[in-house]
């Protein structure tokens, strides 16, 4: 049985969702961060960059959120969670997929934890780098917002829900207490495309099965 290691409403959050919406039998394995576990050697072996989540199929041990989406949606192509091989649907989705990880989620990143890129006790550098970070998630959204008024569908590649509909939405998420930008939520696509989002079955048992409490986007 596959299982995923996770820690409610992080990274983890988007293999959690993907399985729900397989609707493959899986186990969630809880990796406290609270208490470091994440970094004791048991779970280092799994992931050696001591980060979440991992996903175990087997003998297969596998970290790296988009490595793992794309795992999720080439073992279950039954799910059309991605556009077939060899199409420029599945270019696209590709793009948007990398741009995700290593665009929107790794100026994240820098928001959340601006005193990695500071001198130890620099609190007017943490301040600066958090909000030049904040300022640059706030264009990479109106990105977001775009996409989603060019197409006019429903789901962020268009009419068919993706992988990418659950990538967007974690990070989106992550937005939702911003203190000096515009979360997620108040763009004129980006609401109402969230909105939907939270109606999606596999969506609630995640919300569920994570215990998280408003306001959830």
Known sequence: MIQLHYYPA???MIAHILLEEIGVPYERVLVDRMADEHKQPAYLQLNPNG???VLV???LVLYETAAIALYLCDMHPQAGLAPPVATVGRA????WLMWLTNTLQATLLIYF???RW???GNAGG???VQAHAESRVALLLEQLDSELARHAGPWFAGADYSALDAYVFTLCRWTRNFRNQAPARSRPYLGP???RMLERPALQRVIANEQLVPPLV
């Open 193 to 195: 495309y969230l909105q």
């Open 10 to 12: 992080t990274a983890a």
């Open 92 to 95: 696209h989705f590709y793009k």
């Open 118 to 120: 500071v001198n130890e």
């Open 51 to 53: 980060l979440i989540p």
């Open 126 to 128: 943490v301040a600066q």
């Open 57 to 59: 199929d087997g003998d």
């Open 113 to 115: 934890y601006p005193e």
